[in-house]
């Protein structure tokens, strides 16, 4: 039986995911959630998002789409489409989580099982990476958990199909 795939990121009402190769925010309890969901399990991701999280292996099995020839620190599984990363993740260990970025989560959308979405209750100008409208294949939502910070009203929501 193939492992179900999630799906996890942080998006505002406008969908935006990133801005200038960061993050538009910084949510301490979300970094929290998404650390805490993903340890022990098998992450995939696009080589950007590696970049900006090169100690994700702490704990996880990590899978990078890319094309780029250059090295990746031992223990990383390099390939080069989705579809084979997703067929690499099922011999690796836990569940399979998609993080990004916009590609991933694009072609993720249609094969995934369950989302784990932040929604961020702000909507952010100048971003330049994105999450698609998710809407019509994820209806149904599970769990809510409504929140803030100092900064930022977000909301946890764990939604399938
Ligand atoms: N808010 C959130 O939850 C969240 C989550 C993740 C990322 N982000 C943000 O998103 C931004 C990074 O995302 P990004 O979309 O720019 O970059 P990315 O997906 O991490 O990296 C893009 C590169 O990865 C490779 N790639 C990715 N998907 C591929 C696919 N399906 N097939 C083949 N190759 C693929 C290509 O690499 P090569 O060019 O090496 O071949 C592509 O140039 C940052 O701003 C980051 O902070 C936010």
Known sequence: MPKPINLIVACSENRVIGIGGGMPWSIPEDTAFFQAQTRGHTVIMGSHCFTEWPSAAE????????HDPRTLP?????????????????????????????????????????????????????????????????????????????????????LVR
């Open 59 to 66: 704990g996880r099995d990590v899978i990078i789409i890319t």
């Open 74 to 158: 031992p223990g990383i599984h390099r390939v080069s489409s989705l579809h084979e990363a997703i067929a690499r993740a099922q011999t690796l260990r836990g569940e399979i989580y998609l993080c990004g970025g916009q590609r991933v989560y694009e072609e993720g959308l249609v094969i995934g099982d369950r989302l784990y979405l932040t929604l961020v209750h702000a909507k952010i100008e100048g971003g330049d990476t994105f999450f698609p409208d998710w809407r019509a294949h994820f209806a149904r939502e599970i769990e809510r958990k409504d929140t803030h910070d100092d900064h930022w009203r977000y909301s946890f929501l764990t």
